[in-house]
């Protein structure tokens, strides 16, 4: 199931919804938050996730491998900031559960992307529903739902993977010139469901 799972996301990292280049002044620690006593926050995005214990974090060095970073070209907190302010997709954090329900959050640079700070959360979440859906997926209508008092734009997918069924949200929100999105990944009747990882979320 977890192997299932790991292929899906090596998909879904290679989403990148514009090119084109640019950077960002923005305090990366910030937009990357923290870890502490199995809590991720993040104090940019104003919100938290707060599993259970049977729910791992990915650290720093899976992070940077994620994003194809070298831990020695951010090894100085001067080097961290440069190297992650000129990232376009920052995988800021990723936790499984045991059985391999899964939640990434990131951040898409969107001053990095070509007419990027034009888009706003609603054309983003559509252009997503659109590049999956030319992968195979099946998506309903994209809505609307709070978390932590803010407002995200929720696309829900399903696809069928390795004879299972497989379902992903979708949830972004535009702060500022950084497009916010968690990736939610579960299995049909195998895995907790959706709504209940985003019930761990505040």
Not at 77 to 98: G, H, I
Request: aromatic share 12%; with cysteine; proline share 1%.
């Amino acid at each position: 199931m977890k192997r299932i799972l790991a292929g899906v996301l090596g998909f879904m990292m290679m989403l990148t919804m514009f090119t084109g280049c640019g950077s960002s002044e923005l305090d990366m620690d910030l937009l990357m938050g923290s870890v502490s006593d199995g809590v991720y926050t993040n104090e940019y995005a104003d919100f938290t996730f707060s599993p259970g214990s049977d729910w791992t974090f990915y650290d720093d060095s899976a992070l940077y491998e994620m994003m194809d970073i070298s831990e020695d070209s951010v090894d100085t907190e001067s080097k961290r900031q440069n190297v992650l302010s000129r990232v376009q997709t920052l995988y800021t954090a990723m936790a499984m559960d045991e059985i391999g329900a899964n939640l990434i959050v990131g951040f898409e640079n969107l001053t990095l992307s070509t007419d990027g700070t034009s888009y706003s959360g609603e054309d983003y979440a559509n252009e997503l529903v659109a590049q999956c859906t030319a992968s195979g997926y099946t998506f309903g209508d994209v809505t609307t739902i709070e978390i932590g008092g803010n407002t995200y734009y929720e696309a829900v997918g399903t696809i069928v993977e390795s004879g299972y069924d497989m379902t992903q949200a979708f949830l972004v929100r535009r702060i500022d010139d950084y497009m916010c999105f968690l990736i939610i990944t579960t299995i049909d009747g195998y895995t907790v469901t959706p709504d209940e990882i985003i019930a761990m979320l505040g």
